[in-house]
């Protein structure tokens, strides 16, 4: 009878009833068939399982906001409704502005919970899709970090959550990290990051904030750099070596008849002149 007057009531105010259950396992199987926008769940029903049980297993299979209808307000009974994350609750005997408000709050918000879960779905998708490192750092934690830069850095993703940023990066980096920080820096910038058998990892690596739920939160990029600084090496070595031979080869020529250790002396001079503005 209360069902039906509430179904009447709920009617007047332009909502469709899509099906009326007095048990568990007939909310469950009418939320499965009739895939209603909403489910107003009494904590009270026949059968075995009562409205918090068939709420959870409603959230768990279908994602459907549930507003429990109750005329128990014990302690007990809410802080197991809490756990089935309701997205409001009812005590009867209740007026129809407040059955109204609060089902239109309860629309909004799992509409707003569903949409950010599909942002967030889609930044995994992206972040697991790149090429290169991405993590998310509040308050200088790893919040969250993508399967590449765990294998970058040779772990596995849960291992690195929760861990402080600085832990995963050389000690010899971190001053320099600091005064960028201060100074408001993003641009990228060189560092040196640590694997898990504690060896450093050459990057490069970009940090900017980032728009988040929590405030503080910073998005950073890394890129391995190890490919380029062997083929910087070896380019620096063939360039030496080259340099070396022509000016052995020119010496002779510029200063014939030179003590040994003055040529040798020159030749230092400009390889070490080359080295530092290669």
């Known amino acids: 009878i209360i069902a039906k007057d ?33 489910v107003l ?10 409205g918090v049980a068939a709420a959870g297993a409603i959230r ?5 906001p549930v507003i429990f209808l109750t005329a128990f307000g014990d302690r007990a009974t809410l802080e197991r409704a809490r756990v089935t994350e309701p997205h409001g609750y009812i ?6 502005r407040e059955l109204q408000v609060t089902i239109e709050i309860a629309l909004n918000r799992h509409q ?12 995994r998708m992206l972040a697991e899709s790149s090429f290169e490192g991405i ?3 509040r308050e200088g934690v790893v919040v969250d970090l993508n399967t590449r830069l765990a294998r970058m850095l040779g772990h596995e993703t849960g291992d690195l959550k929760g861990k402080r940023l600085f832990d995963l990066i050389a000690p010899k980096c971190h001053e320099g990290i600091r005064k960028r920080i201060l100074a408001g820096d993003d641009s990228a910038f060189e560092l040196k990051m640590l694997r898990k058998d504690l060896s450093e990892l050459p990057t490069e690596a970009v940090a900017r904030p980032i728009r988040h739920r929590q405030p503080g939160t910073r998005v950073m990029v890394v890129r391995d750099l190890t490919l380029q600084k ?13 340099l070396y031979g022509l000016v052995v080869s020119a010496l002779p020529l510029i200063t014939p008849g030179a003590h040994q250790q003055v040529r040798e002396d020159l030749i230092k001079m400009f390889s070490d002149r080359f080295d530092t503005f290669f």
């Open 41 to 50: 769940m009494d904590l009270v029903l026949k059968g075995g399982m009562d």
């Open 135 to 137: 993590l998310l750092y």
């Open 112 to 123: 707003a919970e569903k949409a950010l879960r599909e942002s967030e779905e889609r930044f």
């Open 230 to 242: 062997a083929a910087e090496r070896a380019m620096r070595r063939r360039a030496t070596s080259e």
């Open 60 to 64: 768990r299979q279908f994602d459907l």
């Open 6 to 38: 509430i179904g009447q009531r709920l009617e007047s105010m332009g909502y469709v009833i899509a099906d009326t259950g007095d048990n568990g396992a007939d909310a469950i199987e009418a939320a499965a068939a009739a895939a209603p926008d909403l």
């Open 91 to 96: 005590l009867k005997p209740f007026e129809d």
